[in-house]
């Protein structure tokens, strides 16, 4: 059987999908990001971008591109839409760390790759031509895949061709070269099947585009602490998975207890001399740190994590604990560390996400 397929790689805590756009087709690697639902890449004329090693995308050069006219429907799928002076469709689209594009909403073909290697092409795929892009960017990332719910997603706008609106992943691990890909898949075939899987519901509890799950505890090694004194008052959907936040942030007081929980049962002092690492839980090691398994108890599903996905190196010899705190209330975030090797499957018809642990580098 043909899947649809894309190559996704680690860079710098985040991770790329690469994508083929225009006739002929061009490459652009976007941040891949389940938390948000628009595909959008830095477009050709460019009155403010951030720096790519890449060139920017010129319209221009492609015959499948096509402005979306201010009047059409489509204009409005997006909160932002706008007419321009030329009557097509204006966008502007902000993220939760400031990040923010403006441009042309376009239509444009994408190709795919396949598991039989023939390539697939889509038309009429709805995206954003970015002419003003601020934010943190490093000069890999030349756009964004938004993966999330909402009919400008990419997995929206591809489900009725591929058989089903479903997709799985494998990231691989964070200090993986950029070299070695892993596979993202779409539709049918993409489904996560075998020995070991988990799965656990998803949670809808509001129009926008987040994949939340209901988190009921964490256990480092034997200890166990709820995310509620009351079991049964757990609130459903108290967090979101998302590939385009690197921590996994959990409830302050659950933080606390983990945090105090992992400094008990790691063997060495952690550093305290580095101004730059902040209030962060860290280790120098000349080795792999030996960290205890951290199982994080979902509603129907247990995900056991080792030291690998939950000890970041953000510097040669230094290892710190990747889970970070929310002080105000909001739900907490299933970062991109703790998802990396597993392949982690979405059924959206289904409403269910599935775990199932696995080596994303082969």
């Known amino acids: 059987m043909d899947t649809t397929q894309a190559n996704s790689y680690a860079y710098l805590g985040n991770y790329l999908l690469e994508l083929s756009v225009g006739t002929p087709p061009v ?3 976007g941040i891949l990001d389940s938390g948000s639902a628009l595909i959008w890449t830095q477009c050709v004329p460019c009155d403010n971008c951030y720096k790519q090693l890449d060139p920017l995308f010129d319209p221009k050069k492609s015959s499948t591109y096509k402005n979306i006219s201010c009047k059409s429907d489509k204009c409005h799928l997006i909160y932002s839409g706008a007419c321009s002076a030329q009557n097509s469709c204006d966008y502007s689209y902000g993220y939760a760390d400031s990040s923010i594009t403006q441009g042309a909403l376009a239509s444009e073909t994408i190709t795919f790759k396949s598991s039989t290697g023939q390539p697939i092409k889509v038309n009429n795929i709805i995206f954003g031509c970015g002419h003003n892009n601020t934010g943190v960017f490093n000069d890999h990332e030349m756009g964004i895949i938004g993966l999330g719910r909402g009919p400008t ?3 929206s706008q591809i489900s009725s061709r591929f058989g ?6 494998c990231l691989v691990p964070f200090h ?11 539709g049918k075939g993409s489904e996560v099947l075998g020995v070991g899987v988990v799965s656990t519901p998803l949670v809808n509890k509001d129009d926008g585009p987040l994949y939340f799950v209901t988190l009921l505890g964490i256990s480092v090694e034997d200890t166990r602490f709820e995310i509620s004194n009351n079991p049964d008052s757990v609130p459903k959907g108290n967090m979101f998975i998302d590939s385009g936040t690197p921590p996994t942030i959990l409830p302050q007081q659950l933080y ?6 992992v400094r008990k049962r790691v063997p060495m002092n952690p550093v305290t001399d580095d101004p730059q690492l902040g209030p962060q839980l860290c280790y120098r090691t000349s080795t792999n740190l030996k960290g205890p398994m951290i199982t994080m108890h979902f509603e129907g599903a247990d995900i056991k994590l080792t030291p690998i996905q939950t000890f970041i190196p953000p510097k040669d010899g230094v290892f710190c604990l990747a ?3 929310t002080s105000n209330g909001d739900p907490g975030t299933l970062g991109n560390f703790a998802q990396s090797n597993f392949l982690i499957g979405y059924d959206l018809e289904k409403d269910v996400v599935s775990f199932k642990p696995t080596d994303c580098t082969k």
Request: a negative charge; hydrophobic letters at 35%; aromatic letters at 16%.
């Open 27 to 29: 490459n652009i690697y």
């Open 153 to 155: 997603s990419l997995i």
């Open 164 to 169: 089903g609106k479903k997709f799985s992943q």
């Open 176 to 186: 993986t070269d950029i070299s070695i890909s892993s596979k993202m898949s779409f």
């Open 256 to 261: 606390d207890q983990v945090f105090d929980e």
């Open 323 to 325: 889970f970070t705190n």
